[in-house]
């Protein structure tokens, strides 16, 4: 990868960790509020209640993968970085050889071609942690799936809810809409990681 797409890598990287952070605080936020509710209308909502917990441990087990899929991004990144480094040091030798004349010269070559070395041995490393990454995003989809369920379970048992209907459909309303933000951003961020990746495979 060049340095403008190891930017929009660190870009999207970004990006995601603080779409993440604000999604997963929102899907707290709206479990909370349809426990409150729950707890004010007592037994008459008790299966509710029992989905607005599953939406909460899952938005937690959800923060811990998200976590864990973070401590990938800054190795990746740094990586990079120093590809974009060493990429240089090997096209500098290329270009003194050219220019003083000696492209055949023992030492200059060498030179050029252990940098090519390092280089090819750190696109293996970055193409390793993108694959990392690329596991640990499935791992966030999969709860993400998980959350869409309790979502459904929630609209069937406000639907079933009389009184409290209407405002447990708002609720798992906005449950839903807070999953629906999370859900679009990693779609988004798997998107970037498999070009990234595909770019790296095809620059060597």
């Known amino acids: 990868?060049?340095?403008?797409?190891?930017?929009r890598l660190v870009d999207a990287s970004h990006q995601m960790d603080k779409t993440m952070a604000s999604g997963l605080r929102e899907i707290d936020r709206r479990a909370l509020n349809a426990l409150v509710l729950v707890k004010r209308h007592g037994n008459v909502l008790a299966g509710y209640g029992v989905v607005a917990q599953a939406f909460r441990e899952?938005?937690?087990?959800?923060k811990a993968s998200a976590k864990e899929?973070?401590?990938?991004?800054?190795?990746?990144?740094?990586?990079?970085m120093r590809i974009l480094q060493h990429e240089r040091l090997a096209e500098s030798f290329a270009r003194m050889a050219k220019l003083t004349g000696q492209e055949s010269c023992p030492s200059l070559a060498s030179?050029?071609?252990?940098?090519?070395?390092?280089?090819?041995?750190?696109?293996g490393e970055a193409q390793s942690l993108l694959r990392q990454l690329l596991q640990a995003v499935d791992v966030i989809q999969v709860g993400i799936?998980?959350?869409?369920?309790?979502?459904?379970?929630?609209?069937?048992?406000?639907?079933?809810?009389?009184?409290?209907?209407?405002?447990?459909?708002?609720?798992?309303?906005?449950?839903?809409a807070a999953v629906d933000v999370v859900n679009q951003a990693i779609r988004q961020?798997?998107?970037?990681?498999?070009?990234?990746?595909?770019?790296?495979?095809?620059?060597l």
């Open 69 to 80: 899929m973070q401590q990938f991004v800054g190795p990746l990144i740094q990586t990079q």
């Open 145 to 176: 799936a998980e959350q869409e369920y309790v979502v459904v379970n929630g609209r069937i048992e406000a639907a079933l809810s009389e009184g409290a209907g209407a405002p447990l459909m708002r609720v798992s309303r906005d449950m839903g």
């Open 58 to 62: 899952r938005a937690a087990t959800l």
């Open 111 to 123: 030179a050029r071609d252990n940098w090519k070395k390092v280089v090819a041995n750190e696109n």
């Open 189 to 203: 961020y798997r998107s970037q990681l498999e070009e990234s990746l595909s770019e790296s495979i095809a620059g």
């Open 1 to 7: 990868m060049d340095m403008e797409q190891t930017m």
